[in-house]
C-alpha cells in the first residue's frame, strides 16, 4: 500500500498569514497513463470531506484562489496564501493511482 | 448539482449486519464510478471499496475483505454496500463518493455521511 504523510500535525495560523502543508508518498504517484493522481480534501467541523485540488494543482469547482497545490512525484504541498476564518478544519492528501487508495493522516489548521 | 444521500445506518451488535445505501442524482450515475469510505470517530480517512460504473470490478480494502460487498444499481442510481460479520472497529461514519471518472479515479463529490455504530 502506499503510505501518504502529512506533516504538520497541526498548524496554527494566524488570520490573514499563509499556511503550508507538506504530503509525502511512500512510492511515485505517478499513474501508466502519466497523470498524478493526488489530490487534497478539506474537512471543516462537523462537515464531509470536501475536494479542494485534484491531479496535484487543480482547484476543484468553486474553490477559492487562495488555496493551490503544487509538487511531483512523491513530494506535495498544499498551500493557503491567507488563511479566513472559514479554512478552519483538517485537510487530508489522498492519492487514487493505486488500490488501496489511501489518506494521509491529517493537518489541523486552526487560528492562533 | 451533485448530491450523495447516505442511509442505513445505525446500531448493530457484534456479528450483525447492515446494508448501507447512497442515493445520487444530479449527475449521470451510470457514468462513474462510486467510492465507500468511512471515518471511525475522531480519525482519519480510510478507504473502503469502490466498484466501477457499470459494476464489472470490485475493490475492498484488506480490513473489510470477505465480509462487505459492494454493489450498484443503476436503474435506481443508488449505490449499496452490505456489511456482515461487523466487529466494533467497523463503528464510523460511512460517506459515499463519487469519482471523477468511470473508473477510479479522485472522489470530487461526497455524500454527508451515516453513522455505524456497532456494540452489545
Known amino acids: 500500500d502506499i503510505v501518504m504523510t502529512q506533516t504538520p500535525l497541526s498548524s496554527p495560523v494566524t488570520l490573514g498569514q499563509p499556511a503550508s502543508i507538506s504530503c509525502r508518498s511512500s512510492q511515485s504517484l505517478v499513474h501508466s497513463d502519466g497523470n498524478t493522481s493526488l489530490s487534497w480534501l478539506q474537512q471543516r467541523p462537523g462537515q464531509p470531506p470536501r475536494l479542494l485540488i485534484y491531479e496535484i494543482s487543480n482547484r476543484f469547482s468553486g474553490v477559492p484562489d487562495r488555496f493551490s497545490g503544487s509538487g511531483a512525484g512523491t513530494d506535495f504541498t498544499l498551500k493557503i496564501s491567507r488563511v479566513e476564518a472559514e479554512d478552519v478544519g483538517v485537510y487530508y492528501c489522498?492519492?487514487?493511482?493505486?488500490?488501496?487508495?489511501?489518506f494521509g493522516g491529517g493537518t489541523k489548521v486552526e487560528i492562533k | 448539482q451533485v448530491q450523495l444521500v447516505e442511509s442505513g445506518g445505525g446500531v448493530v451488535q457484534p456479528g450483525g449486519s447492515l446494508r448501507l445505501s447512497c442515493a445520487a442524482s444530479?449527475?449521470?450515475?451510470?457514468?462513474?464510478?462510486m467510492h465507500w469510505v468511512r471515518q471511525a470517530p475522531g480519525k482519519g480517512l480510510e478507504w473502503v471499496s469502490f466498484i466501477r460504473y457499470d459494476g464489472s470490478n470490485k475493490y475492498y480494502a484488506d480490513s473489510v475483505k470477505g465480509r462487505f460487498t459492494i454493489s450498484r444499481d443503476n436503474s435506481k442510481n443508488t449505490l449499496y454496500l452490505q456489511m456482515n460479520s461487523l466487529r466494533a472497529d467497523d463503528t464510523a461514519v460511512y460517506y459515499c463518493?463519487?469519482?471523477?471518472?468511470?473508473?477510479?479515479?479522485?472522489?470530487?463529490?461526497w455524500g454527508q455521511g451515516t453513522l455505524v455504530t456497532v456494540s452489545s
Open positions: 444530479g449527475f449521470t450515475f451510470s457514468s462513474y464510478g
Open positions: 463518493a463519487k469519482s471523477c471518472c468511470g473508473g477510479s479515479c479522485y472522489c470530487d463529490y
Open positions: 489522498t492519492q487514487a493511482t493505486q488500490f488501496p487508495l489511501t
